[in-house]
């Protein structure tokens, strides 16, 4: 694990998300609770929708361009919908939110 | 055997002989009936006249029914007397002894004996003879019905009637219809929607003769008042019809008078239906008829069983027409009301209260929580605990999850409890039906007669198969807002505003909602009609908008933006095409000429926002709202500006029009368009607000489209003057934010509760007035750029990412 600090919790919206720019493209925060967040790739697997602007719902976001919805627990798409997004760890300590960048490590190693 | 004869082959008497047969009783039976045929479910004659069913499909028991348990018919033959000492009843075709004797003769129509009352013509409405005789009168286009007596009985065959084509004139005797069953509130709520479907109404009619030339011709009042008819009903009210008994010696009061076991004062003659009378009290209504042929069975199978009164509910069978009354509603000291009224949907309900017991309830309008309602009335159940909430029914009770909602509530009902009152069918019944594979309605119906007979139950019946089936069962009917709740979002609205709920989260635990915070449907909606109904109070929430909203910017396919500024009636000036030009290169977006008279330029960056619109704000341009649910743009022609044919001065009327307006949140998008005469140039006649301007001065159209939908607006109002316009249509648009439905177009909406009903509304000047300050009110708040607001920190930087990870080592 590679905790990276990326900003506060108070930072990110109840119920709304933040982008992390990556050399791999966003990965997007979700904060679905008062102390609870999320964090997947921006990308919806459909058509590249922004999913960091979709509507958080529950432990779900519905991406802004076709309402594809996504697990933000597992990255899988809900309903009829087949595809998956990468899920990412996520924590918070202190107020601060930590990012693990490990998996952005190796796959820039790879 | 035992040679069981029975009189009468009507619903109580043909519901003893099925318990009879499904007990496998060793009877011989013998069926008189004076109709010529047997047993068929009377109370479904309402929708027999009205054409909506046929009459095969209301037989109860057929000739193979009868055959199949050697039921002796003797149908078409009346029965002219009873031989006690010989025990033989005495019909018109010859004598049948008998062990044991039902009386099942129910009851005959009242027909005032008017001057007329016997001509050709006069009909009652109790048997297939007389709807017949309706169906064959309506048959002739043009045809007049008048109905006397605006009861029960009389409104379905005035609907029916209706329904057939025919011109329908009721008279009824009192202040105000079924009147036993309403009250005030409620009978002029009906009398409403009847008359809306063509049916006239006239109250304190007191009819003085019926008149023609050997036959009906017309109907003379008290008054004067002179209705031509080719056919008169007189529902007026039926009488017990147990003279046969009377004849035969047994005691009678009103009706043939008979204990708890249905015995008449002779052992071996029950009785059962409309002809009896049991502690004073007499019969109409199915339910309690169903009661006594239980108790009749049980009785004749030698088994104990005892007939008890019990309370009614009744419902009008009136497409269209919602209306549930049960229990006792007079006014008497003691007792308090609880009432809720909706004008604007016409909607009543009031509850009545005594000693915390709920002891009576009349409902218009909706209807859906009757039954929860008589629940509580027949198990006298104390109520003070949630009288607060009481009247918005079980899907508001706090506490427990049964009352939290109705699905639950339904599930928690014991197994013993009575879902179907008709037919007396308990709930483990239904459950075991279903467990047995009836998975429809229908085949629930078929299978327990539950919600068969009247349909009132229809509602719970469904509930027990969602229940018992789960997701695998659609219900239909009212739709819900999403699947985060059973509300409509007519309810959700209503409710807001009723328990004053100010929060989203107070919307999603006061109504139940099945999900932690909503979903991307319900979210943007309640978000909307807690901003419209508390624009003070209520803090809009972005993150329950959609990206647009929130972003103030169009998204595109490429997740980037486009931003347009508004230009006020569709006039700009150079400078403002200098600053638009310089952020067009600055940003380097495309530019396109919109169809709303605007400049859009597209493929901004989200990050990018804030500082074009620093820009553009400093051009003393605002955002032109073209991703809201809101006001759009006000599409204007030069009028008397410039044109050698305007008529007024479009252009100013428009933009003062779109400085009332913009920034307000609306259901859907509003686009107005000013047009300077009738040729029309703003395209003014497809826009949801259209005003064209007239040598007299401005007509008002709304719910127009050019979208998905395309229409023509409607005429609202001519007005004379600039003044008048921007209030009538202030007034249309703060109307349309309080009554539509979130998502739905002005035209939509207009075409829900119709033209007539908002030109109603708003021909009343004090309610026009009310609504500009209203909308004025919401207008304080949200009257602003949002783009001015996030050009600054702190939020300019919620455009940014949080961090940028690319320039650090990932290690």
Redo the contacts between chains.
């Keep these: 694990m ?1 905790w ?1 600090d ?2 506060t919790l108070a ?6 998300a ?6 791999k493209g ?1 990965i997007a ?1 979700f904060r679905t609770g008062e102390e609870e967040v999320f964090a997947t790739s921006n990308t919806c697997a459909h ?4 999913l960091a ?6 432990r779900k976001v ?1 991406c ?2 076709h ?1 594809w ?1 996504y697990s933000l627990e597992t990255g899988e798409a809900q309903g009829a919908d087949e595809g998956a997004i990468a899920t990412y760890p996520v924590k918070i300590e202190a107020g601060r ?1 930590l ?1 693990d ?2 998996a ?2 190796e796959k ?1 190693a790879a | 055997m035992e040679r069981l004869v029975v009189i009468g082959a009507g619903m109580a008497s043909g519901r003893v002989l099925e318990h009879l047969f499904e007990a496998g009783a060793p009877f011989e039976v013998t069926l008189f009936n004076a109709e010529p045929r047997g047993n068929y479910n009377r109370i479904m004659l309402s929708p027999v006249l009205s054409g909506e069913k046929a009459f095969d499909e209301i037989v109860t028991h057929d000739d193979a029914w009868y055959a199949e348990h050697g039921v002796t018919c003797r149908f078409g033959e009346k029965v002219v007397a009873i031989d006690r000492s010989r025990k033989v009843v005495v019909g018109e075709r010859g004598e049948v002894p008998y062990d044991r004797l039902i009386i099942a003769t129910g009851s005959a129509p009242f027909i005032i004996p008017l001057p007329g009352h016997d001509l050709p013509g006069v009909v009652a409405y109790r048997d297939l003879e007389d709807t017949n005789a309706m169906i064959e009168a309506s048959a002739r286009p043009g045809a007049k019905a008048v109905v006397i007596g605006g009861g029960l009985l009389g409104l379905e065959a005035a609907a029916g009637l209706r329904l057939r084509g025919m011109d329908v004139t009721v008279l009824h005797l009192m202040g105000h219809l079924m009147e036993r069953q309403l009250d005030e509130a409620a009978g002029y709520l009906l009398k409403k929607d009847l008359e809306k479907r063509g049916i006239e109404v006239l109250l304190k009619a007191s009819t003085k003769a019926i008149e023609g030339q050997g036959k009906v011709e017309r109907v003379v009042l008290e008054d004067g008042t002179v209705l031509d008819a080719d056919i008169v009903c007189m529902a007026v009210g039926i009488r017990p019809a147990g003279q046969v008994g009377a004849d035969a010696g047994l005691t009678c009061g009103k009706a043939i008078t008979v204990d708890a076991q249905m015995r008449t004062s002779d052992p071996d003659i029950f009785a059962v239906g409309e002809c009896v009378e049991f502690e004073g009290n007499l019969f109409g209504l199915v339910a309690p008829l169903y009661d006594q042929a239980r108790v009749l069975a049980k009785t004749l199978l030698g088994e104990d069983d005892a007939f008890a009164m019990r309370e009614l509910s009744t419902k009008l069978k009136v497409t269209g027409c919602d209306l549930f009354s049960a229990g006792d509603f007079a006014e008497r000291e003691g007792r308090e009301d609880i009432v809720f009224r909706d004008p604007a949907r016409g909607i009543y309900k009031r509850l009545v209260i005594e000693d915390d017991r709920l002891i009576g309830a009349v409902m218009y309008g909706d209807t859906a929580d009757g039954n929860w309602f008589f629940g509580l009335i027949k198990d006298q159940t104390d109520i003070e605990e949630i009288r607060d909430t009481l009247i918005y029914g079980p899907a508001f009770q706090g506490g427990g999850a049964a009352g939290a909602d109705p699905l639950a509530a339904v599930a928690a009902l014991p197994p013993e409890a009575e879902i179907c009152g008709c037919n007396g069918v308990c709930k483990g019944q239904i459950v075991d039906a279903i467990g047995a594979g009836a998975d429809t309605l229908d085949a629930l119906r078929a299978q327990t007669k539950a919600s068969a007979s009247c349909g009132t139950c229809t509602g719970l019946v469904e509930q027990l198969l969602a229940v018992t089936l789960g997701d695998s069962f659609d219900a239909g009917g009212a739709k819900p807002v999403c699947g985060c709740t059973d509300l409509t979002h007519e309810d959700v609205r209503r409710l807001i505003k009723a328990r004053e709920l100010r929060t989203q989260p107070a919307v999603w635990q006061e109504l139940a909602w099945k ?6 449907t319900c ?2 909606a309640i978000n909307f009609y807690l901003l419209a109904e508390w624009p003070l109070d209520y803090q809009d929430d ?3 908008r ?2 647009n909203e ?2 103030h910017a169009n ?1 595109q ?3 980037t933006y486009s931003v347009m500024p508004r230009m006020w009636g569709g006039m700009t000036t150079a400078d403002e095409l200098l600053a638009i030009a310089a952020a067009a290169k600055k940003y380097e977006a495309a530019v396109k000429v919109t169809g709303g008279q605007r400049i859009d330029l597209l493929g901004v960056k ?1 990050e990018d926002l804030p500082a074009i619109w620093a820009d553009l704000n400093a051009a003393g341009m605002v955002s032109g709202h073209a991703y809201s649910k809101g006001l759009r743009t006000v599409k204007t022609c030069v009028g008397t500006d410039w044109c050698r044919f305007g008529t007024q001065d479009s252009t100013g009327l428009g933009i003062k029009l779109e400085k009332k307006l913009w920034g307000s949140w609306t259901p859907h998008k509003v686009k107005l368009g000013v047009s300077g005469c009738p040729r029309n140039c703003a395209e003014a006649t497809c826009k949801d607000v259209g005003v064209v301007c007239v040598d007299s001065g401005y007509q008002i159209g709304v719910a127009g489209a050019a979208g998905m939908d395309v229409r023509e607006t409607q005429r609202l109002v001519d007005v004379a003057s600039e003044e008048e316009a921007i209030e009538w249509t202030a007034a249309f648009v703060q109307l349309y934010r309080e009554h539509a439905r979130y998502l739905d177009r002005p035209y939509k909406w207009v075409d829900k509760v119709g033209l007539e009903w908002v030109k109603e509304v708003l021909s009343d000047s004090a309610e026009r007035a009310a609504l500009n300050e209203r909308f004025e009110i919401s207008q304080s708040v949200y009257r602003k750029d949002p783009w001015a607001e996030h050009t600054s920190e702190p939020e300019a930087e ?1 455009f940014q ?6 320039m ?1 080592p ?2």
């Design positions: 590679i990276t990326i900003g930072d990110i919206p109840l119920r709304g933040r982008r992390v720019k990556t050399t966003c925060v058509k590249q929708g922004p602007e979709g509507i958080v719902h529950g519905t802004p361009l309402s919805t939110v990012l960048v490990s952005l490590a820039a | 999900t932690v915070n909503g979903c991307p979210r943007p972005a993150q329950s959609f990206v929130r972003n998204i396919k490429d997740g989200k919620k990412p949080i961090a940028d990870l690319t650090e990932a290690e």
